[in-house]
């Protein structure tokens, strides 16, 4: 199973959790606008999405249906493989702090959309961040070095975030 990048594990999330009406190209295009459901956490261009979509569909995890030449927009399948790498990328947490407010924030959303269990997943991305929130918590901060300040509130805000997610029952 190929390891997925934000963009392509976005995109192939997004589709092999709808709701069972097909999707296509467009619609993760205005879902990842600034002003759309999921661009509001991060966002993606046009042409970022389609070239996402062009990338899994190349790994086969996504094929187009072209059946349909009247039109231009094509629904998107989803594969067997795509389907098992859309769940593994949900439930792999974020490898670092900084990826909490893209990455984790995403695939809560993702998931909570596709009604699967958050609070297990806030759990493993504890455990997953647990030495690195001790190292940057550890200490206070000289209050004269900017980055470690934010460092050090960014990733008290973020333990706190997982400490309340992890406890909800969902």
Known sequence: MADLSLADGVCLAMVATADGSPMHG????RMLAPDGDIGRIWTLSR?????????LE???YLRRDRSDATTRRQPLIVTAAGHRAAHH??????AHIRDLRTAFLVKCELRRRANLPIA?????QQVQLDSAFAAVLDTQPDPDDIPAMWR?????????????L?????
Request: no cysteine.
């Open 166 to 170: 992890a406890t909800r029952v969902n």
């Open 89 to 94: 990328w949900l439930d792999t947490p974020a």
């Open 58 to 60: 190349q790994l086969g």
């Open 152 to 164: 050090f509130h960014n990733a008290s805000a973020a333990r706190a975030v997982l400490n309340e």
């Open 120 to 124: 297990g997943f806030a759990r493993r």
């Open 26 to 29: 467009w619609q993760l295009v």
């Open 47 to 55: 042409p970022l999405t389609y070239r996402s979509l062009d990338t």
